[in-house]
Nanobody, 115 residues
Framework: QVQLVESGGGLVQAGGSLRLSCAAS????????LGWYRQAPGKQRELVAT???????NYADSVKGRFTISRDNAKNTVYLQMDSLKPEDTAVYSC?????????WGQGTQVTVSS
């Protein structure tokens, strides 16, 4: 059983910063992919960023240069540092773990950016 618990969402003004965290627990394998996705009201869920266990990262074009994904393998935790936030970043952000062909999701955390 795998559990993902996110924290760090909230309300911030445009131009501000937030840091999301996601702690994974349970049967975590050393080889996996951790990532953040988001879903805005009325829109489909979209990829924000992913990071492999070796530290290779991938970002959506819309967040490149503003968001930074990182991970602490010893703590099985992934982070998303979000800077220069824009109102269009408003969404529910969910943590994802992919391992051994299976996907696991956190419950999501709301990020609201006011203009």
């Amino acid at each position: 059983q795998v559990q993902l618990v996110e924290s760090g969402g909230g309300l911030v003004q445009a131009g501000g910063s937030l840091r999301l965290s996601c702690a994974a627990s349970g049967s975590i394998f050393s080889i996996n992919l951790l990532g953040w996705y988001r879903q805005a009201p009325g829109k489909q869920r979209e990829l924000v960023a992913t990071i492999t266990n070796s530290g290779r990262t991938n970002y959506a074009d819309s967040v490149k240069g503003r968001f930074t994904i990182s991970r602490d393998n010893a703590k099985n935790t992934v982070y998303l540092q979000m800077d220069s936030l824009k109102p269009e970043d408003t969404a529910v952000y969910s943590c994802n773990l992919w391992q051994v062909g299976k996907n696991y999701w956190g419950q999501g955390t709301q990020v609201t950016v006011s203009s």
